[in-house]
């Protein structure tokens, strides 16, 4: 196949397909460069992927939005349409999670912003944190939340648990970047 200056994007949920210009797009940051290939498309769960492929190397950048609701003191891990956030094989992935919550009843939120690299071998159980994280509190209301990211051994999968009030509903959500290679 030979080299083009277009990119397609594509819905999976209504078959339409567009072709456009890379280079002519107002927004653009940059163009790949050649002999790059520049790929987005949407996995089974509707998250968002982007890889450039250059060489025998792959790196992919996965978008995911996960949540729960936590009741009391039980923590919640967030999952995505109910499933855990399962990582690749033999890879190395940075991601930065946004964790939301807010309290159902009265204008009480908690954000926090956790930040790490993770790995996983041939197995599940080969799954850890290869640093402790990097976690920034954009607001707490002095509440006692937490969400925490750990490495899941039993799943092989990246875990956003979160931890709210005492006999108080609290909605959580979580945009999760995973950048694999």
Known sequence: MGQSKYY???SLRSGVTNYRDYAKQLHAISRPTLPSV?????DFNYNMCLSKISGGTVKVLTAF???GTTTNLTPVALQVGGYNMVLSKNKACLFTARVLGVLSTTNVVYAK???GVINIGATNNTTVMLAPTVDTTI????????ALATADITNGALTITVTGSPSLSMRWCASVELLEL
Do not use: K
């Not at 607001?139 to 937490?146: E, I, R």
């Open 65 to 67: 939005v996960a949540t």
């Open 38 to 42: 520049l790929r987005t498309w949407v």
């Open 113 to 115: 912003e956790i930040r």
């Open 139 to 146: 607001l707490d209301m002095g509440n006692n939340y937490t």
């Open 8 to 10: 397609q994007v594509s």
